[in-house]
């Protein structure tokens, strides 16, 4: 497989991973502009933040962590998203088309994009988001 075919992932903090996967989140937040577009894993980070996981709702012991969570596509970047998530300042990567992982992978983060082998997605299935489910 090409390094042009491999599976790119994101290192995203908890509540964070789980709003875009189940709660209609439509950008990331970054302080860096990507011209990548197309779908990414997106892998839970070992920190939750723990406020923003309380005012959304959510049980802490129930945020996978340290794991690929799911996927999404970026579609866009831009700094001026009307979206409720966009945080001003901040470049934000416009996402489309959740889909979680009934059962989380193991896989440790890092920062940027990170490459995922290709043995570690085999036989795993995407489900599509549209309702609240951890």
């Known amino acids: 497989m090409s390094r042009s075919e491999e599976q790119r992932a994101l290192s995203i903090r908890q509540p964070w991973a789980y709003a875009i996967l189940h709660l209609g989140k439509d950008v990331e937040n970054r302080p860096w502009r990507t011209h990548y577009r197309g779908r990414i894993l997106i892998q839970a980070a070992l920190k939750i933040e723990r406020k923003e996981a309380a005012k959304l709702k959510l049980d802490l ?16 970047c831009v700094r001026n998203s009307k979206s409720k998530w966009a945080i001003r300042g901040q470049w934000h990567w416009k996402l489309e088309n959740p889909r979680y992982l009934a059962k989380p992978i193991p896989f440790k983060g890092a920062l940027g994009f990170i490459r995922v082998p290709p043995r570690l997605l085999n036989g795993k299935h995407f489900l599509a988001s549209n309702k609240a489910r951890i």
């Open 61 to 76: 012991d129930e945020l996978p962590t340290g794991a690929i969570v799911g996927s999404v596509e970026i579609v866009d």
